[in-house]
């Protein structure tokens, strides 16, 4: 039977806000060593104001925070919101902002920021060119954002296997883009790159469709098409019996170029 058909953003709210604790909560979130450089990039850098955008848990803004004057943590869902400022009473950390907005139409002035920082979500917006945008508009001239996200490998044969089960996974999946795609958007938002760091994590498959509450035909549609997916497949993205698996996730560190 068909379901109404709802947005994009509803789609997104409604996979996240449920799962909001989960998220603080989830190990594959709270620890990297992107977030521990983006820690200490900030460390070098002593922000006035940084915003994290698509917070979710808030993990980005929480390892930033010792280092800012204030953290704006932005998401689309109300429900993580709510589970940023719990937690950053429970910590009693005092300098983060909870704010809700869409990447895409950010709810700040211009130069607004002295460093912007996205981490596991611009994989889910809906205009990742519109959101790169805005995050440059809000940002002061020169100062540094730092994108980490999940990408696609270059070969389209490994591209389309994640892509479809990302979003089978996910229905609020738009796209992990690859190294070169991130590379033409940036730029031609107004950044440029410093630097491109490659990591791999891997996925324990039961906690990967439970945080997203995967329905049971689509989890079967998945564990179908890693059986079924061709030794290339297989190989690169290491899956194993169970279907737990690795992804390619890159940091991109850059600035906000200023205006000719
Ligand atoms: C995987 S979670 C983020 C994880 C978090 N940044 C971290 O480092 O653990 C993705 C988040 O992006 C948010 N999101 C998705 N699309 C968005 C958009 N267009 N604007 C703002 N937030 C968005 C979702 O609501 C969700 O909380």
Redesign the pocket.
């Known amino acids: 039977m068909t379901q109404p058909a709802r947005s994009h953003?509803a789609h997104?709210?409604d996979q996240?806000g449920p799962q909001a604790a989960a998220?603080v909560a989830?190990a594959v979130?709270?620890a990297g060593a992107d977030?521990d450089r983006m820690a200490a990039r900030m460390r070098e850098v002593r922000p006035a104001r940084a915003l994290?955008?698509?917070?979710?848990?808030?993990?980005?803004a929480f390892a930033i925070a010792p280092e800012s004057g204030a953290v704006t943590a932005?998401?689309?869902?109300p429900d993580?919101l709510a589970a940023v400022a719990a937690e950053a009473a429970r910590r009693g950390v005092s300098n983060i902002a909870t704010r809700a907005?869409?990447?895409?139409a950010l709810p700040f002035p211009d130069a607004s920021f002295d460093a912007v920082l996205?981490?596991?979500?611009a994989h889910?917006?809906?205009d990742v060119r519109a959101?790169l945008a805005e995050a440059r508009r809000v940002l002061k001239p020169g100062a540094p954002a730092l994108f980490?996200d999940i990408v696609a490998p270059d070969d389209p044969l490994l591209d389309t296997h994640l892509q479809a089960v990302e979003l089978l996974r996910d229905p609020?999946h738009v796209r992990d883009y690859a190294v070169p795609e991130w590379r033409a958007m940036l730029d031609a938002a107004g950044f440029s790159l410093d630097a491109v760091t490659p990591g791999r994590l891997r996925m324990d498959f039961a906690s990967w469709i439970a945080r997203m509450r995967s329905p049971v035909p689509h989890v079967a549609a998945i564990r179908s098409l890693q059986a079924a997916a061709p030794d290339a497949v297989q190989r690169h993205f290491g899956i194993e019996a169970d279907g737990s698996f690795w992804l390619d996730a890159v940091l991109i560190e850059a600035r906000a170029v200023a205006a000719a």
């Open positions: 953003e997104v709210a996240f998220y989830s979130h709270a977030l994290d955008l698509g917070c979710g848990g808030g993990h980005v932005c998401d689309l869902s993580m907005g869409a990447a895409e996205t981490r596991f979500s889910h917006w809906r959101g980490a609020s």
